[in-house]
């Protein structure tokens, strides 16, 4: 007779602790402190900001859960970041993901906090909760909100984005529009797989000063406009090409 083990489903109940632990270390800055080189417990520690007792435990926590590589033991020992964690949790990185790993920090772990009510009245926890608007237009009230929100789903985006950027033949094309282009992405990395594609980001008007900052910090603002305006409403932009979904399923694409 098989014995019964409860560590599954004690590993599933407290699975919120290693959940928080990189919602934290996402939140301080670390991978993007560690981008820099190792650093002792001490040196994060002062780096940022924290507080003496947090240190071995949270960065050993951290290499337990494999986002975190050390070197040595005791006070000397030396944090560094995994592969994985340079290239998609430093927020330097070209290919960070940690836009959604922050909004859940700071919107979504509280919402799920609230679960038990939800599963009794049906009703929404999030910043709706009582008001009656829809949830983007909560989001959409707020600038900063706005902005971690399209930062979010750049994050859960950008593989796809990239994908067909760089595997799709743009060859016979000049022109491209993505229609609900948020940050700008999909716009900047087929310029960037392209140099001679010329893309337009349509999104709603709030969006456009996220998009424009986007747009230049990575220095395509000669081939990438974002432009506003609601599709619903509005003439789309022309374009050889019309993009439209922020994941791309099945290559979702309609060419003009």
Known sequence: MRELDPSQIMQV???????????????LGLFAA????????????????LAPRAVPDFPDAL??????????????????????????????????????????????????????????SGQPQNETKGSGESMFAKLYESPERLEQFMNAMSGVSAGNFRAFARQFDFSGYG??????????????????????????SFDLPKVVPIAQKRIAAVGLADRVEAMGGDFFADP???????????????WNIEKK
């Not at 290499?63 to 994985?84: I, S």
């Not at 790993?101 to 799920?112: G, I, K, Q, T, V």
């Not at 022109?175 to 337009?200: F, K, Y």
């Not at 993009?243 to 099945?250: E, P, R, S, V, W």
Request: charged share 20%; with cysteine; net charge negative.
């Open 13 to 27: 109940g407290m699975g919120f602790f290693a959940s928080k632990t990189l919602l934290s270390a996402v939140e």
């Open 34 to 49: 560690l981008a820099k080189g190792p650093m002792t417990g001490g040196e994060i520690a002062a780096t940022l900001g």
């Open 63 to 120: 290499v337990a859960l494999k986002l975190l590589d050390r070197e040595g033991d005791g006070p000397a020992a030396r944090y560094a970041n995994t592969a994985e964690g340079a290239l998609f949790l430093d927020s330097n990185s070209p290919a960070y993901i940690g836009g959604i790993l922050e909004m859940a920090n700071s919107r979504l772990y509280r919402f799920w906090a609230d679960l038990t009510e939800a599963l009794r």
């Open 175 to 200: 022109t491209l529009c993505d229609i609900g282009g948020a940050t700008g992405q999909l716009s900047c990395m087929v310029a960037g797989e392209n140099p001679h594609m010329r893309c337009t």
């Open 236 to 250: 789309l932009p022309k374009a050889d090409v019309v993009t439209m979904g922020m994941i791309l399923h099945d």
